[in-house]
């Protein structure tokens, strides 16, 4: 099934109030991008899902990330992904998130547990060296920095610089034959567009969990090359990026009120 981006904002909404309490609700789309909008949401909100929680999809992600490596987990939120990572045996995860209301709340609730750290850090700029973890995981980060757009095919300028300049940095913390696990409710036809570039360095796989509604979970593997497929995408919409506009020639207004003589 093939949803619009208006449609799965709709329903990614729906999730929202069916899950938490309406008080959280914001009252345009555009705040899940405001960090004071998230702020105010931790200073009272104890834990918010987006896409199920860790046993919805720990199948797949045990297939891909080990529990000795060394994990980052982007856009942490107050999400209890990495906690539940750390009951399931994961030793290593290093949460960052641009709120530093959430970023104390949660280092403060999980003061025993030392394998699990917590940082304010803005995901375009993130403060490590190149190559030290294993593992970089968002679960719906890039949704939230995506909720502007309304052409499902095509980003704006401005979002494309936003995620170019994230996926760039996740890009450089990655190991060779690290991973970058994302999970979102976008589609391959709609997601892989973003992902599909070789300046990454990564190849794409990806898979999907839920039953009613299906959720999605990608794995870029860096120093693996994009298949010939996806390779041929990201020429498609290089080319289309660099083509000229085209001259639309609108049919001059008709003289007759055809409408009215339309039997119906």
Known sequence: MSISCNQSTL???FIDLTQTQMEY???????YKDVDYWNERYRTEESFEWFGDFTKFDHLLRQHVGTEENILMLGCGNSALSYDMYRAGYTSITNVDYSNVCVESMAERHKDCAQLSWLCMDARRLAFPDGV???VLE???LDAMLVEERDPWKVSENTARLLHQVLLEVSRVLKPGGRFISV???QPHF???LYARAEYDWSIKHY?????FHYFLYVLTKGEELSSEDAALERRLLEEAEAPPTNIRFQEADSEDFLNNIGL
Not at 208 to 212: D, I, K, P, T, V
């Open 191 to 193: 997601r892989k567009g």
């Open 184 to 186: 979102t409710f976008a």
């Open 133 to 135: 973890f294993d593992v």
């Open 25 to 31: 609700l914001p009252d345009s789309n555009v705040r």
């Open 11 to 13: 329903c990614k909404i």
């Open 139 to 141: 679960k719906g980060t």
């Open 208 to 212: 999907h969990y839920g039953n009613s």
